[in-house]
């Protein structure tokens, strides 16, 4: 079965949008498994099992959730299965001669539901595979065959009757069977958790480059955007190493997206984004990252704005006092500077573009408080825009980083309905 349908079939990617799918598989030959299983979903929760060594339903719903009156889904489910059992045989069976396959394993599989988009029913839709190959797709406007098994294409006759069987028995199941379990799992489906967001660096000794990896974890529905950006302009997909939606194991998902920075990249100063945007969130997240300034540069810095802070103090104070009343959210940069002679790492994380001035920014390793002994911490700096900053650093031994602990930022601010959190960890680095 395509691949794409397979990690598609979940419809929590746009909110009001939920499905109910059985995935379903037959199997010729000898094997451990049984010859018919089947597995309810709803979006991406498994709802029940059914296998036919054990020839009944296994609920596979979290104990805490409201399962307690499943006979009327139940019902339904049986004779899906019973007739989704008999089709498959059949229709297996009937490849397997024209394929004229005698001997070894051969498996056909199914992914047959529907969907409710806003409340509104879709028809039925269903996928058949024979040997990882699709076989056949139907949905209330047509019904397709693969043109590698002819003889098995329906006459109109046997099509109508298909279509009567799915309008007036099939569908009407699957809806039921989807409202039933969408009403007793709606704080699991419907549950959004946002994404904290983790940069993490890993820097190639022989090369002089980076490889500078965005990663989400920990939200829930699955669907998420994450984007990273050069200056300001979307990386191109060819350019970055794209992972998969993966589940973590707790019921939410993560996401990585990583660049590869050559040394001579890194000495143009490029300044990268990364932009996720999910259901949970009232706005998109960006957390940024650039390589350190040279030592030299950062003096004519420092000196430049100092000036510019003397030069314009009163027109400073004025626009202050216009801004008074207003809030702007602080921009998290992480920035990360090797020693190369020690092996270690200057983690430091910048607030900026923030106001009013007042801030709290804390490091954390592994959950717990950095303490300021530990830390280089700067003072709350104007931006010459009327807005401020604030920088923490802390130096990782290398040492520290083989230990591998994970360090986080939390941002509070009163232009933020909740705190911020920004990550950062690093991966095994016997290999760099």
Same mark, same amino acid.
């Given at each position: 079965m395509a691949k794409e349908k397979l990690l598609g079939f979940c419809k929590t990617s746009v909110e009001g949008s939920h499905s109910l799918w059985v995935l379903a598989t037959f199997i010729h030959g000898q094997t451990e498994f049984p010859e018919f299983s089947a597995v309810l979903m709803l979006d991406d929760v498994q709802l029940l099992y059914y296998g036919s060594n054990i020839k009944k339903f296994v609920s596979r719903?979290?104990?805490?959730?409201?399962?307690?009156?499943?006979?009327?889904? #139940?019902?339904?489910? #049986?004779?899906?299965?019973?007739? %989704?059992?008999?089709?498959?045989?059949?229709?297996?069976?009937?490849?397997?001669?024209?394929?004229?396959?005698?001997?070894?394993?051969?498996?056909?599989?199914?992914?047959?539901?529907?969907?409710?988009?806003?409340?509104?029913?879709?028809?039925?839709?269903?996928?058949?595979?024979?040997?990882?190959?699709?076989?056949?797709?139907?949905? %209330?406007?047509?019904?397709?065959?693969?043109?590698?098994?002819?003889?098995?294409?329906?006459?109109e006759l046997k099509l109508e009757t298909a279509r009567l069987i799915y309008t007036n028995i099939y569908q009407p199941i699957c809806i039921k069977t989807l409202k039933h379990y969408l009403n007793e799992e709606k704080n699991i489906v419907m549950r959004k958790e946002r994404p904290r967001v983790r940069l993490i660096q890993k820097t190639d000794r022989d090369t002089g480059g980076v490889t500078v990896s965005c990663l989400a974890t920990g939200f829930y529905p699955r669907h998420i955007n994450l984007t990273m950006l050069r200056d300001g302009r979307p990386i191109t997909e060819q350019d970055l190493t794209l992972g998969e939606v993966l589940p973590n194991g707790d019921g939410t998902y993560q996401l990585r997206r990583s660049l590869s920075v050559s040394e001579e990249e890194l000495r143009e100063k490029h300044h990268y984004t990364c932009t996720?945007?999910?259901?949970?969130?009232?706005?998109?997240?960006?957390?940024?990252?650039?390589?350190?300034?040279?030592?030299?540069?950062?003096?004519?810095?420092?000196?430049?704005?100092?000036?510019?802070?003397?030069?314009?103090?009163?027109?400073?104070?004025?626009?202050?006092?216009?801004?008074?009343?207003?809030?702007?959210?602080?921009?998290?940069?992480?920035?990360?500077?090797?020693?190369?002679?020690?092996?270690?790492?200057?983690?430091?994380?910048?607030?900026?573009?923030?106001?009013?001035?007042?801030?709290?920014?804390?490091?954390?390793?592994?959950?717990?408080?950095?303490?300021?002994?530990?830390?280089?911490?700067?003072?709350?700096?104007?931006?010459?825009?009327? %807005? #401020?900053?604030?920088?923490?650093?802390?130096?990782?031994?290398?040492?520290?980083?083989?230990?591998?602990?994970?360090?986080?930022?939390?941002?509070?601010?009163?232009?933020?309905?909740?705190?911020?959190?920004?990550?950062?960890?690093?991966?095994d680095r016997t290999n760099t």
């Open positions: 719903i979290q104990q805490n959730s409201n399962d307690g009156n499943d006979e009327a889904a #139940y019902e339904g489910s #049986y004779i899906v299965a019973g007739d %989704m059992y008999d089709s498959l045989k059949w229709r297996s069976l009937h490849l397997k001669v024209l394929s004229n396959h005698s001997v070894g394993v051969h498996v056909y599989q199914r992914m047959a539901g529907c969907e409710l988009n806003d409340g509104k029913p879709s028809p039925i839709m269903e996928w058949d595979a024979y040997d990882g190959t699709e076989a056949i797709h139907y949905n %209330m406007r047509n019904h397709t065959f693969n043109a590698l098994w002819p003889a098995s294409i329906w006459k996720v945007t999910h259901l949970s969130l009232d706005n998109k997240l960006d957390v940024s990252w650039e390589p350190e300034d040279d030592p030299d540069n950062v003096f004519i810095t420092v000196v430049i704005v100092l000036v510019l802070i003397v030069f314009f103090t009163t027109f400073i104070a004025a626009f202050i006092i216009c801004k008074r009343r207003h809030k702007e959210c602080p921009r998290v940069r992480l920035i990360q500077k090797t020693d190369r002679d020690t092996g270690g790492v200057t983690v430091s994380y910048l607030a900026t573009g923030f106001y009013p001035q007042h801030i709290n920014l804390t490091m954390l390793r592994d959950g717990q408080p950095i303490t300021e002994q530990e830390l280089t911490v700067g003072e709350v700096l104007p931006n010459g825009d009327g %807005m #401020y900053q604030l920088r923490r650093s802390l130096s990782v031994s290398e040492e520290e980083l083989r230990e591998k602990h994970h360090y986080t930022c939390t941002v509070t601010h009163l232009s933020l309905d909740n705190k911020l959190d920004v990550s950062w960890g690093t991966e």
